[in-house]
């Protein structure tokens, strides 16, 4: 069982930054792979990036690739996404969530543990 609790959320201005960051419990987190969704009101939950469980792998949704980045600290159980650049439509709660294999995915079927999200929310 993995339990993952996110932090960092807040409200920022256009062009501002933030970094959310997801702690996890359990032994098993340097050998999963991570990732980050989003859901915006009244839209679907999207994928935002994913990183392998060693992080040398990553992969980011095309609506943030170049502002976000994702990165993970094996020794602190954590892993981060820093944003800049916030734009008004990066608003959304952001989850992180964890896979079971060491491997990157953006389905969101993929993934077998979920945060309970934080709210990032960018003024215009």
């Known amino acids: 069982q993995v339990q993952l609790v996110e932090s960092g959320g807040g409200l920022v201005q256009a062009g501002g930054s933030l970094r959310l960051s997801c702690a996890a419990s359990g032994r098993t987190f340097s050998s999963v792979a991570m990732g980050w969704f989003r859901q915006a009101p009244g839209k679907e939950r999207e994928f935002v990036a994913t990183i392998s469980s060693s992080g040398a792998g990553t992969y980011y949704a095309e609506s943030v690739k170049g502002r976000f980045t994702i990165s993970r600290d094996n020794a602190k159980n954590t892993v981060y996404l820093q944003m800049n650049s916030l734009k008004p439509e990066d608003t959304a709660i952001y989850y992180c969530?964890?896979?079971?294999?060491?491997?990157?995915?953006?389905?969101?079927?993929?993934?077998?543990?979920w945060g309970q999200g934080t709210q990032v929310t960018v003024s215009s």
């Open positions: 969530a964890a896979r079971s294999v060491r491997t990157t995915t953006v389905r969101r079927s993929g993934y077998d543990y």
